[in-house]
């Protein structure tokens, strides 16, 4: 079993950067549940998470997720800062670099939850 800290590496590091959304079924919980500052980003199952890692990807192809730090909070709760670069390139006008924190609840060995914010110093092109 991955620990809490090695599950959110894995969502960041492989999920969105590599593209594997086949480890969404072994790392989050079924009824996982990803809530966002933007109400367009929101997920309520791990079929809609994919949708939207997808389509995230798909208006940011070059999307990058840099994790500047993790605190892992009695094995049940990571805090992860992190950062991606944005170039105006797809979908998206955004350039510059977004910064944000999510908050992750880890239950039975998964990610039960995430609570996510993000500002940015990114402009439309």
Request: charged fraction near 30%.
């Amino acid at each position: 079993m991955k620990s809490a800290e090695e599950l959110v590496r894995t969502f960041c590091d492989t999920v969105v950067n590599d593209r594997r959304l086949d480890l969404i079924d072994e790392i989050f919980a079924s009824d996982c549940c990803l809530h966002h500052n933007m109400a367009t980003l929101r997920a309520g199952s791990r079929e809609e998470l994919k949708q939207l890692v997808v389509r995230l990807c798909s208006d940011l192809p070059r999307l990058h997720v840099t994790l500047d730090r993790l605190v892992v909070n009695r094995g049940q709760e990571v805090d992860a800062i992190w950062r991606i670069q944005t170039d105006g390139a797809g979908e998206s006008s955004l350039t510059g670099e977004i910064m944000g924190a999510t908050v992750f609840l880890i239950e039975d060995g998964r990610i039960r939850g995430a609570w996510a914010d993000w500002r940015g110093s990114s402009s439309a092109a």
